[in-house]
């Protein structure tokens, strides 16, 4: 050992972490906050939400993780999920460079920061509220909820959701 630190750039650094840990280190956050989420769940729009949740006043909460800079920088899609959630956050490990997300194409003055890891999670940024039009979050949580339960069935009998996939 040569005795000096190792390199700190994200291409050292974020790859470390998988998109996995930091939604359980989100996940954990969130629970502590009573916000209770799923991850990858399918919206109307075709996108998938990496994490979605409810918090105790029944917002709907988004969270798109970003584990490589590369994936940040080149998502275009991010927007389609502001239609779907109440409030938006990015998902970030540790010693990912933040800095793209401070610039007005990921309008900081809406969307929120979490830095994650595999065991807990911190909000740098909080999220603005935008709120949803009250049919929409209504149809967002009852969406949220059908994803949950056929999740919960699928793990008690695996057999009910197969036969109901092929209907």
């Known amino acids: 050992m040569s005795g000096r630190p190792l390199p700190t750039s994200d291409s050292l650094t974020a790859p470390a972490l998988a998109a996995a840990d930091v ?8 629970a502590r906050n009573d916000i209770w989420c799923l991850a990858e769940v399918p919206l109307k729009n075709g996108r998938r939400a ?3 949740g409810i ?3 029944g917002l709907v ?3 798109e993780i970003k584990v490589a800079r590369a994936d940040l920088l ?13 409030r938006f956050y990015w998902g970030l490990p540790p010693g990912l460079d933040r800095a793209p997300l401070d610039s007005e194409a990921y309008r900081p003055e809406t969307c929120g920061v979490i830095v994650a890891d595999g065991y807990d999670a911190e909000i740098l940024r909080p999220a603005a509220l935008d709120p949803l039009a009250a049919a929409r979050r209504k149809t967002q949580v009852e969406h949220l909820a059908r994803v949950a339960m056929r999740r919960h ?3 008690i009998d695996p057999l ?3 036969r ?3 209907n």
């Open 23 to 30: 939604a359980r280190g989100i996940g954990r956050l969130f």
């Open 153 to 155: 069935m699928a793990l």
């Open 160 to 162: 009910a959701t197969a």
């Open 74 to 86: 080149g998502d275009a899609k991010w927007p389609d999920y502001l239609d779907y959630c109440d």
């Open 50 to 52: 990496d994490l979605m």
């Open 164 to 166: 109901d996939s092929l």
């Open 61 to 63: 909460v988004i969270v």
């Open 55 to 57: 918090d105790a006043k």
